[in-house]
């Protein structure tokens, strides 16, 4: 069993160049999310999908798009990357939209943004 | 948003109860705490998930007051492999966008 499975792990962009993050669990949940983390601090929550079909925005939105693809799979896209994107970014899913269960997380997709 | 607050670092030494605490003043009715135990590299991994009184699993015990307006995460026995970041969260029942993580608290173990 993977739980939630995100690629690339690490990823090198130059300023203005754009890509697509992606994220995948097996674990049949309603819900996704994508956060960002930047060095030493919490994770701050970019956009979320409560359920197929649905996206919402999080706290920190700004120069980032979200495809809700299937049940499964939530993708990240920066379609024109800056500097100030340079973070961790992980993925994560729970069962329902509350987040009152347990989420599951991904590694990591670490970007550095030149 | 239900800001939450914690110490931003604890040491221990071994075989020591560790108890950390949080802050969450505007915390409301149906809103869950949640903590979060995170190593370097890796995504947050679940502790515990309580509402009030108190919590107990097989890796922490989680302390609510009536008020609600704080938590304790207890950490029996610490070894080594607990060094990590610990992360309230106040799980904001109605909207999972509104669930926001703080800074953490760096909890080192030493020998």
């Known amino acids: 069993n993977a739980g939630v499975t995100q690629t690339p792990k690490f990823q090198v962009l130059k300023t203005g160049q754009s890509m697509t993050l992606q994220c995948a669990q097996d674990m049949n949940h309603n819900s996704m999310y994508w956060y960002r983390q930047d060095p030493g601090m919490g994770l701050r929550l970019i956009y979320y999908s409560a359920s197929e079909g649905t996206t919402d925005k999080g706290e920190v939105p700004n120069g980032y798009n979200v495809s809700r693809l299937n049940k499964r799979e939530f993708s990240l896209r920066l379609e024109s990357a800056a500097p100030s994107q340079t973070s961790v970014y992980f993925c994560?899913?729970?069962?329902?939209?509350?987040?009152?269960?347990?989420?599951?997380f991904g590694q990591g997709t670490r970007l550095t943004v030149v | 948003l239900a800001k939450t607050t914690q110490p931003i670092s604890m040491d221990s030494y071994e075989g020591q109860e560790v108890n950390i605490t949080c802050s969450h003043n505007?915390?409301?009715?149906?809103?869950?705490i949640t903590w979060y135990q995170q190593f370097p590299s890796q995504g947050p991994r679940f502790i515990i998930q309580?509402?009030?009184t108190k919590v107990t699993n097989e890796v922490a015990s989680l302390f609510i007051p009536a008020d609600r307006k704080s938590s304790t995460l207890s950490l029996p026995r610490v070894s080594l492999s607990d060094t990590a970041v610990y992360y309230c969260l106040v799980v904001i029942n109605t909207n999972a966008g509104k669930s926001t993580f703080g800074d953490g608290t760096t909890l080192t173990v030493k020998p």
């Open positions: 994560a899913s729970t069962g329902d939209a509350t987040m009152n269960t347990e989420a599951f």
């Open positions: 309580g509402y009030k």
């Open positions: 505007n915390i409301a009715t149906n809103d869950y």
